[in-house]
Every structure is written in structure tokens, then in C-alpha cells.
């Protein structure tokens, strides 16, 4: 069996339409948002009126620090509200240092102290003195702490985990390998990925198409080996592992069972 290729791109791209995956962490890391400045907005970005004390970050670089014949260190420092972030590292004499791996802090990227230092104490929503942007990644591993990074959706592999298994479900059934097969594991990849996004970030433009298919009657049993219902049950089983909840695998399932049974359908009509 060979599924058409275009009327499959698109059923399939209906079939991963609802993955419900499981919670997403704390309140603060619901609100992340992609090269949003400030993983969980926290409050001393952006200081408005009411804030007394602004401050930008100061930026230095201090390279090829002797420590010994062989080795220079490097140490890179960032000055704000009072709170001193570094970064060390070690490197061999020649070539030594290299580019400072922290941004120069620009205008517009002042902090409110108040807040900050506030947070330093209590270490909520953290402690900005070891993440300055709330996004989860140290400062001293942050490319730039004063400035998000996009929290990774598949972070645990889920949606990379589904693709695979859909891939499998398909070739199963008899699909293209380079064709139906690979469009339809990626494209619910892709949907897996979107939503887990936007579940993150509400504000992404992203919308899933939502058109629905129910089953259709034949004059004759396109699935006599019964390989459309097993794709079916195949596709039901990878959505719920992925974390999906029973009616989203159920309508998974059914929807690619379907789609199957239509274009064996068709070509028995051909």
C-alpha cells in the first residue's frame, strides 16, 4: 500500500492536532516565552515609575591572567545592583582567551534594584544572583543572563519519541518509507513541538488546523487485512505515550485510520 501523498500530507497534519502533554513545571516557567527578555518576566525587568533605583549591567573582560607558564585564566564579569556575576575559566597560554562569551549590556536593559535585590534574599521567583532572567540556565552558562532563552519544548524527547513511533506505525502499514511514512511522523513532530511552544507562550502566532474527518462507508472493504485498523491502534498507542489524554489518542487513531481506508478506497475505485 502505497498512500497518495498529498491527500496524506494533509490528513495526517489533522491527525496530531490536540497533544495534551503533562504539566509544564512551575507557574513562573508557564509564562516563558520565545526571545522573551526575562524567562518568567520577572520584576525587575522593565522597572516602571515606581521603581527608585535603575541600574544597567557593567560588562568587563579581564583576558590572559598569568597563572602559570602553560595557563592564563580568563574572567569575565557582570556589576549590577550591587551584585557581582562571574564567570572563570581556564585556558592553555597559546591561543588564550577568546571572545568575551557575555554581551555588552545595551540601553534599555536596566533593572530595577529594588526587585532585584529583593529576590537575591528571598530567592523568589529565583535567586538573580545565579540566574539573572529566571529562564533556568545558570548566568555563568547563559549566553546572555539578561535575556531568555527559549525553554526547549521536547526537552524530554516526547514529541522526537512520537515522531519515531508514527514513522514505525506507517511503515506498518504499508506506507511510502520516503514519502507518507516520513511526512507523517514529521509533521507530528512538528505539531507535538508547536504546542508544547505555545502551551509555553500563548502569544506565538501558531495556530493547528482543526478541520475533522468522521468515518466514511464503502461499498467495498478497503481494509480486508485489516492494516488501516492496526495503523490506527498504532498511532492511538504512540499519542498516548507522548502524554496525550485518551480522546486526543483516541481521535489520533481514528483520524489516521480513516484517512487510511480512504485512500485504499480510492484506489479501488481507480
Not at 32 to 43: E, F, L, Q, T, V
Not at 154 to 176: I, M, P, R, S
Not at 245 to 264: F, I, L, N, V
Request: one cysteine or more.
Amino acid at each position: 500500500m502505497k498512500f497518495g501523498e498529498t491527500k496524506s500530507y494533509w490528513a495526517v497534519f489533522v491527525v496530531f492536532l490536540i497533544l495534551v502533554c503533562s504539566s509544564i513545571g512551575q507557574t513562573q516557567k508557564q509564562q516563558d516565552c520565545r526571545n522573551g527578555r526575562g524567562g518568567g518576566n520577572p520584576s525587575w525587568f522593565n522597572p516602571g515609575k515606581n521603581c527608585n533605583y535603575k541600574q544597567k549591567p557593567y560588562h568587563y573582560y579581564e583576558r590572559s591572567i598569568y597563572l602559570n607558564q602553560e595557563q592564563r585564566g580568563c574572567k569575565e564579569v557582570l556589576l549590577v545592583c550591587g551584585t557581582v556575576i562571574v564567570r572563570d575559566s581556564v585556558v592553555a597560554r597559546d591561543p588564550g582567551c577568546g571572545e568575551a562569551f557575555w554581551p555588552d549590556p545595551k540601553d534599555g536593559d536596566e533593572v530595577c534594584c529594588e526587585e532585584f535585590q529583593k529576590a537575591v534574599q528571598s530567592k523568589q521567583p529565583c535567586d538573580p544572583s545565579k540566574d539573572a532572567d529566571c529562564d533556568g540556565i545558570l548566568n555563568e552558562n547563559d549566553s546572555n543572563p539578561f535575556k531568555a532563552d527559549p525553554p526547549d519544548p521536547d526537552a524530554d524527547h516526547k514529541c522526537y519519541q512520537l515522531e519515531l513511533d508514527v514513522y514505525n506505525a506507517y511503515l506498518t502499514a504499508g506506507a511510502d518509507k520516503w514519502g507518507t511514512s516520513t511526512a507523517a511522523s514529521r509533521n507530528a513532530r512538528y505539531d507535538c513541538i508547536m504546542r508544547r511552544a505555545k502551551e509555553k507562550c500563548p502569544t506565538i502566532a501558531w495556530q493547528p488546523h482543526n478541520d475533522s474527518h468522521g468515518p466514511v462507508k464503502h461499498t467495498q472493504d478497503p481494509d480486508p487485512d485489516h492494516k488501516c485498523a492496526q495503523l490506527g491502534q498504532d498511532v492511538y498507542k504512540a499519542y498516548l505515550k507522548a502524554g496525550a489524554k485518551d480522546d486526543t489518542a483516541s481521535y489520533a487513531g481514528g483520524t489516521a485510520r480513516e484517512e487510511c481506508r480512504q485512500s485504499r478506497a480510492s484506489k479501488l475505485r481507480s
